[in-house]
Each structure stands twice: as structure tokens, then as C-alpha cells.
């Protein structure tokens, strides 16, 4: 992830943008007087919130993301923009070392290959013939084909060898596979083959929408294990990932609360019903980097547990017993004394519910939808859950079990770092003992063993009002390689650019801008390349090198790293692209951006009649659904001429 995507990734360009002129809520987007030509009657300037973009319709029919609108708007050049919002994000500018780009690299290629990997299934749940049953179970949990394809649900054939032999055909070598997490290694024989077979395959995603890794699903009712997840990779650290993050993130910031969940068709679930807020925890018991991570969005978690008080206090017995025999705590999802812990070191609140026996969120939410909200509304506090569960049950004639329950509660009261807090939660354990408080006083615990290692602060987290993410996901990621694989081949063969220009153009579409470019660093190499290349004055990657900042020469080394980068993309093959197939991919991501576009708009003609320019809204439907018909013929045309080509050559 470059710098200016980390920067992204902590801001909501709603609050910058906000800052600049009045945005009303229209659906899930933002209008308003666009800033940058007159206009009092219309509101034609949106803002995507969902791809952190914003567009006029207007007059200027300009569009960018949240540095080319500060850019635009002060007048700053990438520099100085880039410096004000690393402020405003937290982030921290340095000069990357080598060590740090290499790294860079090594991220970026895995990320590529799981991406494509995640393609490869996804085709093959939808089509292969092998992947009925698959469907079928698909079907009985009620997941509607839009949730298909937004989680990118895909299926791993019945084979050991059928992911490898697919893509070491795309170019791929076992190293890559094997650090990818997509195949394993028998140690003894030295042979490797396939890890994900014949399993739903689920796609995890990180913040910003990228692939690093797989859950998989056995369709075997006795089959073992039920989930099996990638490897720890590169990318794929269950301790640092939440299943869902990047798709509920805006939502639990509209929310101010997430809802942490155990499973991921638990997500899926909440997400096709409307509970966008919802994510799953990764490993067995939420850790401090998974909750700080949430932090950024909202400081309200709260925990969903699928399980009764019997279960509950099973747990909390297997835990007390890890802590005193073992110093650690039990395999368990549920640690209240790390909660309040982390609740303590992050100023967070995090509370529990209890579903009901035999409920968890998918099947609760499937069979009635409308008793989720008022449930998670019911959540409790860490110490107050605890005391609940304890004492719901409890004989209080037993004098014996009042005692156990004092020995097991204080500690964890003991931990609350609020001395408020502790002091309610003391004279809540007494009320429900039915005790005089002062007794609690009195009572002398054993010195407790750390369940934990102690672990370092955690780094700040950026402030609340600054974090939220930006980068659009999915299809974007893809559009992103794209636009990159656009300008390292016109590095490497600097014609091409008027080349493809002249074919866009042959088929009524303008030539490749700036704004073509989703990454702010690839618009500004494609703007000084473009001011180069078409007066004959760019030769080598020298002569665009001295003009750039230390930031955009890294972006540019990355571009131009063609033994690192081929190592996991599609090797740039002895053949390079030809402008025929650059000028079809820059189609394609024309294509994607509008299709973006026209569903937001789709969006906002669904809330017309709380609009006061319906007319307006009909215009950007119209004007956006005659590009796309333009984009498609050109699109249609280019191929045409592609496979007679072909036709011709193989004749």
C-alpha cells in the first residue's frame, strides 16, 4: 500500500470535503454547489462515500478523490497536499528504505495473485459443472447471487493439483503459490499440492479491500477441520484482521458501534439484511490490534455470543483454570478479563449480548431479522454480563457460592481502569449477592498470574473524527493493476501512449488522461509522461526521474521493477502489450468507474422524491447510461477487430 493509500485509508473525504462547502445526505451519497465553477440552482457536485470519490455533473465535470479535491481547491501541488492530510491522518512521511520497498513489492505481488485467486474460484463456484453441491449449499443459506459476488464466494475443486497446475500455467512458480498460502508442503516427501480442496472458499479481505487469504469451508458434516484458513503469510495475520472490515467499515461509522460476530456467513448474513456494521472476529479471542483497528471507526464494540449461561459459565471456568495451572488463558473467544483490559488501555466500551440457545447470528437473523437490533440494543457491559451469568442461577442461601462468585468477579472488577466504573460494578456485585458492600472491601484475593505476556502500548490510533476508509474496493483493486500495467508499459515502450490514443480516439473516445488513474502518484507520472512523450523529449526513465519528488521516484522504481514484479503478476512476456490490448484494458476501467458511478446514482434517484432536483438526478442517470453505451460499442468494436485479427494471422 503506498503512502498516499495509507493517508486514504484513515480519512473520510465526507468531513475534508464538508470542510470546504454544505453536503446534504442523499441515500448513501453526499450533493452539494460544486466549488469550483458558478452555479446557486443545482446542486451537481457528489460525493461517493463508498469509493471515497466525488464528481461534478456540472459545468466542470471534474472528479478526483480526496487529495486531487484538496489539490483543486488550494491550488497546492501533490507535495504540500500530501503533507497536510499525513497530518490530518496521523501519518507519520519518511523516506522509505530499500528494505522497506522490497517488502512493498513482496506485499503487492501476493496481494496480486490472491486477487487472481480469488477470480479463479469465484468463476468456478458460479460455472463448473464439479461445483453443483457447492451451489446447492450456497442456496439452503439463503445467500442471494448480489452477496455471491459482493464477498466473492468462490469453490476449490476435488483435486491436489488443480490450483497449482491453473496458475504455474498463468506463470506462476511454486514459491509464489507456497508463500501465497495456496499450496501446501509434505515435509518428508519434499512435494507440495493443492491446501484448499474441494471447500467454499471465502475470500479475506484487509482494510483496503485486498485479498491475503481464504477461509474454507468443509461441505462434509463430520468433516475436520469445519473451517480451514490460509497459512500465517506476508498478508495473512489472523491477530491483525477482522473478516468484513472493509465492507462495514463507513457503516460502523454511521453506526458508532460494531457489532463483532464468530463466523463468516454470520457477516454475510448481517450484511444481506441490512446489518452492515457486522464483523468476525479472526482466531479464537479478539486481540488489542483487532480492536484497535475497529478504533478508528467507532469506540463502541459490541460482542455477539452464541451461547447460554451453561456454556457461558463452562467457559468462564476453563479460563480460570488456565490461569492458574497454565499462566495462559483457554482456547477460547470470550476472555473477559483481556476485554476489560483492552476496554481499559483503548477508552473503548465494549459490551456482550447473549443470543438465544441454539441461535447464532446467521439463523437468528435469517428466521427474523426484525429481533437483531433489539437484541444487540440489550448488550451489557464486560463486569456486568459476567456478574449475570454467575449469579442467575445462584443459591443465595449458599454462603460457599457467594464466596466463589466474589473470588472470580473482584479480579475482574479490579482490572476496570475508571475507579467510577469499579465502584458500580462493586456495589452491583453486592446488590446481587444480596451482601453489604464494605464486605467486598474486605476480602483478600490471591495474587493473580498474568494470563498474558506483557505486551508494549499500542501505538496511538488516529483520532476518530479522521479515520475512516477510503480506498474503493473489489473490482478496484483490479482496476488499480490495470491503470499500473498502462504505465509500466509506456515506460518500456514510450510510443505506445500516442499509439493507444490514436485507437481510443478511432473509436470516439478520448484519449488516456489523468483522470484515467485511480492512484494520485499515477496521475501525476502519467501527466509529466504525457508532457514529454507527445513532444519526443522522453527517451529512458532518466529523463522523467530528475523531476520527481522522493515520493513519485518510489512509485516510479516500483513501476519500473520488472524482476520483482513479474515474479507474481502475469510476466511481461518477451512479447510486450500492444496498444490494441492497453488501449481495451483502459476501456475496461472506463467501464468499471462508470458502472461505479451509474449505481450511485441509481442510488440517489431511489431517494428523489426527498430530493430538490429530481430533474438534475434523471440527467446524471442519462448522460451516465449513454456513456457507458458508448463505452461498450467502443468496447465491442476494439474486440471485433482483435479476433479478426487473430483469425486472419492463424488462417
Known sequence: MSISQEIKSRLDIVEIIEEYLPLRKSGRSYTGFCPFHANTRTPAFVVFPDSQSWRCFGACAEGGDVFSFVMKKEGWEFGEALQHLAKRAGVTLEQTSPKQQAQQVVEDRLAELLDAAADYFHQLLLYAPQAEHARRYVAQRALRPETVASFKLGYALESWDACRTHFMGQGYDLDDLLDAGLLSKHEERGTTYDRFRNRLMIPIRDLNGRTVGFGARTFDPDGVPKYLNSPQTTLFDKSRL????????????????????????????????????????????????????????????????????????????????????????????????????????????????????????????????????????????????????????????????????????????ADVADPVEREHYRQLLARSLRIDERTLHKVNLPRAR?????????????????????????????????????????LNQPHILIEVDVLLQQQEQSPVTETDFSVIEDRLLFRLLRQLIYPGHFTAVEDLEEQLDDLLRQRLAFLTDQENHSRLSRPISPVPDTAGSLALSMLNCRLEKIRQQLGAVKLLLEQSEKQRNPELLADYDRRLGQDLLRLNRARASMLAVSRRRAAGNGA
Do not use: C
Open 450 to 490: 498474568p494470563s498474558t505476556p506483557p505486551q508494549a502500548a499500542p501505538a496511538a490510533a488516529p483520532p476518530a473524527s479522521a479515520a475512516r476508509a477510503a480506498l474503493p474496493l473489489g473490482q478496484t483493486f483490479a482496476t488499480e493493476k490495470r491503470e499500473a500495467n498502462y504505465l509500466r508499459q509506456v
Open 242 to 413: 477482522l473478516y468484513g472490515l472493509d465492507m462495514g467499515k463507513r457503516h460502523i461509522r454511521e453506526a458508532r458501534q460494531a457489532v463483532i460476530v464468530e463466523g463468516y456467513m454470520d457477516v454475510m448474513q448481517a450484511h444481506q439484511m441490512g446489518f452492515k456494521n457486522v464483523v468476525a472476529q479472526m482466531g479464537t479471542a479478539l486481540t488489542e490490534e483487532q480492536l484497535t483497528l475497529l478504533k478508528r471507526y467507532t469506540k463502541r464494540f459490541v460482542i455477539a455470543l452464541d451461547a447460554d449461561n451453561a456454556g457461558m459459565k463452562a467457559t468462564l471456568r476453563s479460563l480460570e483454570v488456565a490461569r492458574n495451572t497454565l499462566d495462559r488463558a483457554a482456547d477460547t473467544r470470550f476472555d473477559p478479563h483481556g476485554l476489560v483490559r483492552h476496554e481499559g488501555r483503548l477508552q473503548a466500551d465494549i459490551r456482550i449480548v447473549t443470543l438465544p440457545p441454539g441461535d447464532d447470528p446467521d439463523k437468528l437473523i435469517r428466521a427474523n431479522p426484525g429481533q437483531w437490533p433489539q437484541l444487540i440494543a440489550q448488550a451489557q457491559p464486560i463486569v456486568a454480563y459476567v456478574i449475570g451469568v454467575y449469579t442467575s442461577d445462584l443459591d443465595l442461601n449458599d454462603a460457599k457460592a457467594k464466596a466463589e462468585v466474589v473470588q472470580k468477579v473482584l479480579p475482574l472488577i
